[in-house]
């Protein structure tokens, strides 16, 4: 079966602008995570929903991050304001239920320039 | 704080050979721990997982081993091919707190292994 996507693949954008990243989970998974994997780096939580709500936000690294998910499957990961800082591998994974194993995407590799 | 550690940043092992790859945390409330693995591109994509109950668990190639006292973890890859080079992640996840932050995983830096054949 199809597994998490992710789009785009690559995002190149200038300092200042806004950016949205997008996660489509795999069918009937209720857990979604995002993850940021700076150069050099592990990989950094930002957020995690389950279905539709978020109950840990804790990982979000300022205010100019925002995420969302809609109808318990895709979901959203905007940052506004992009800053160079920001550059880094944005991936999503998703799970059966939250205790389950996390199936990842291929990620977005943004690039603020 | 770091608090998944992989110290080694690269391992190179020749094909056959046994891998063995280390991960140290310092979180005692983590009670699950798992293995993945990466390709570039690609995202990461689980191997094996270890229980905070158990000291060691065992997949064909792969086996996980748990020291709880040294909060130490280590994969053995045996024998290692070269399908195995890729970057390794350990991760873990702690008990209790489920409810409000599902499994979010804390991985550690990832090491680079490479066979050789």
């Known amino acids: 079966g199809a597994g998490v996507s992710q789009s785009p693949s690559n995002k190149v954008t200038e300092k ?17 995570y995002w993850y940021r994997q700076s150069l050099g780096q592990g990989l ?3 957020i995690y929903f389950q279905g539709n709500s978020a109950p840990d936000k804790s990982g979000l690294p300022s205010d100019r991050f925002s995420a969302e998910r809609t109808g318990g499957s895709v979901s959203t990961l905007t940052i506004q304001r992009t800053q160079q800082e920001d550059s880094a591998v944005y991936l999503c994974a998703s799970s059966r239920d939250r205790d389950n194993e996390q199936f990842f995407g291929p990620g977005t590799r943004l690039t603020v320039l | 704080d770091q608090q998944v550690k992989q110290n080694s940043p690269s391992l190179s092992v020749q094909e056959g050979r046994i891998s063995i790859l280390n991960c140290d945390y310092t979180n005692s409330m983590f009670d699950y721990f798992l293995w993945y693995k990466k390709y570039p591109a690609e995202g990461p994509t689980f191997l094996i997982s270890i229980s905070s109950i158990k000291d060691k668990n065992e997949d064909g190639r792969f086996t996980v081993f748990l020291n709880k006292s040294a909060k130490h973890l280590s994969l053995h890859i045996v024998p290692s091919q070269p399908g195995d080079s890729a970057v390794y992640f350990c991760a873990a996840s702690a008990v209790g707190g489920h409810e409000t932050s599902g499994s979010r995983l804390t991985f550690g830096e990832g090491t680079q292994l490479t066979v050789n054949p």
């Open chain 1, 16 to 32: 200042g602008k806004d950016v949205e990243l997008r996660c489509d989970p795999i069918s009937g998974h209720t857990a979604l």
């Open chain 1, 44 to 46: 950094e939580f930002l």
